[in-house]
T-cell receptor
């Protein structure tokens, strides 16, 4: 099976940087996704990593190390609207198609 | 392009009843996946449909079923509802090649009394 761990909650100050870690155990790794979910809303896609390294998209960056089973999402220049849950999800190769296994989510609270 | 749409957005049912939820994917997307989200269990995969066939299945009882139509729209059905079925049901669509990103709809919030 798959096991995905991420911290439950993090607090940071507006303008600061926050790093959300995600560790996973899976056989046949085939990609890691980060989604943002505001309370009461649907998850929205943030980033996708399938190869080792850093992917940067504006204020958000995501890093992957397949050998360590580790990823992080970096949020820079935090804004109040970044207060949300951040979900790490892994796709396993053995399952054809689009079965994603999600971590429990990290709730980020941005304070003024 | 219009996003993923789900109907209804909110639903209240009683134990023992059955419910059908609908999902219309993004135009051109052929894969539809369904997820259940609860505070205690998080987001859990129910099943995925591609070209009217179930391609993947999660660990849910047989009371949960689905289908997909030729226009890629999908429905999921839950029979004999239990209190624990109260959740946000999300569908996600993608092109269907197996390596692309899934895009989520707004969800249907189901309350079972």
């Amino acid at each position: 099976g798959q096991n995905i761990d991420q911290p439950t909650e993090m607090t940071a100050t507006e303008g600061a940087i926050v790093q959300i870690n995600c560790t996973y155990q899976t056989s046949g790794f085939n990609g890691l996704f980060w989604y943002q979910q505001h309370a009461g809303e649907a998850p929205t896609f943030l980033s996708y990593n399938v190869l080792d390294g850093l992917e940067e998209k504006g204020r958000f960056s995501s890093f992957l190390s397949r050998s360590k089973g580790y990823s992080y999402l970096l949020l820079k220049e935090l804004q109040m609207k970044d207060s949300a849950s951040y979900l790490c999800a892994v796709r396993a190769f053995k399952a054809a198609g689009n079965k994603l296994t999600f971590g429990g989510g990290t709730r980020v609270l941005v304070k003024p | 392009k219009a996003g993923v749409t789900q109907t209804p957005r909110y639903l209240i049912k009683t134990r023992g009843q059955q419910v059908t939820l609908s999902c219309s994917p993004i135009s051109g997307h052929r894969s539809v996946s369904w997820y259940q989200q609860t505070p205690g269990q998080g987001l859990q995969f129910l099943f995925e449909y591609f070209s009217e066939t179930q391609r993947n299945k999660g660990n849910f009882p047989g009371r949960f079923s689905g289908r997909q139509f030729s226009n890629s729209r999908s429905e999921m059905n839950v029979s004999t509802l239990e209190l624990g079925d109260s959740a946000l049901y999300l569908c996600a669509s993608s092109l269907g090649t197996g390596r692309e990103t899934q895009y989520f709809g707004p969800g249907t919030r189901l309350l079972v009394l």
